[in-house]
């Protein structure tokens, strides 16, 4: 099997897309993340949920979790508002911008190497710079383990 069979359509946002937004599609369609591409439509990364979950988190909060338990129910609701007006380029880190991503013709192997080498929940799939589709990781496992 080939990583263009595996490849399906896949929400894609761009680095302008509004933070929220993209949230709101992560949150919508349960995704692990959400490819991003460029103006032209080239993927340039993955934003994976947990990110954006760690940009909503205060900083101060991620370094001693048990302060979380002291906010204020108001402050909880309000903790999507860090996304509000910025863009998701604002929202992925400098790390993340190498886009994991397969050639159509490559062997569910091969998939697996990309996605493990870059721990990434999903990857594009390319046929020259044309996006064919995506790979999550849940829908690689359950290909190979039909295979098996």
Known sequence: MHAAQL????????????????AGLLA??????ILVTDSAGIPVAVLPASQVVRFIVPSYVQDDPSLAGVLTESMCDRISDKLRGKKVRDVIPDGLSNVP????????IEVAAVMARLRSPLLAVMKGKELVGVITASRLLAAVLTAC
């Open 28 to 33: 919508e369609h349960r995704l692990p993340g």
């Open 7 to 22: 490849a399906e359509e896949f929400p894609v946002v761009t680095l302008d897309t509004n933070a929220l937004d993209a």
């Open 101 to 108: 991503a397969a050639d159509a013709g490559d062997t569910v």
